[in-house]
Nanobody, 117 residues
């Protein structure tokens, strides 16, 4: 079993930046993908960014490509999401996630990001 704890959300103006952190604990050796989903009210949960265990593959959704950077530190069992040039449409609950090989994702409780002028 893996536990995830996110931090770093908040309120920011358009064009601003935030960095989210997620610390994994428990059976971390089983983690394959580690990254972030987000969910805005009335919307489906969307995969935003992900990195594989070997740090060889990064995925970004088209909506955040070029603005968000996902970085994974396996020694600290931590993943960071650096979000730059934030837009109002980035407002959502951001949920750290992991999965083991071939399994469905599991999510942390989430942290709110609000982009508003």
């Amino acid at each position: 079993q893996v536990q995830l704890v996110e931090s770093g959300g908040g309120l920011v103006q358009p064009g601003g930046s935030l960095r989210l952190s997620c610390v994994a604990s428990g059976s971390t050796a089983s983690i394959y993908n580690l990254g972030w989903y987000r969910q805005a009210p009335g919307n489906e949960r969307e995969l935003v960014a992900s990195t594989t265990a070997g740090l060889t593959t990064n995925y970004y959704s088209d909506s955040v490509k070029g603005r968000f950077t996902n970085s994974r530190d396996n020694a600290k069992n931590t993943v960071y999401l650096q979000m730059d040039n934030l837009k109002v449409e980035d407002t959502a609950v951001y949920l750290c996630y992991y999965n083991t090989w071939g399994r469905a994702p599991c999510w942390g409780p989430g942290t709110q990001v609000t982009v508003c002028s």
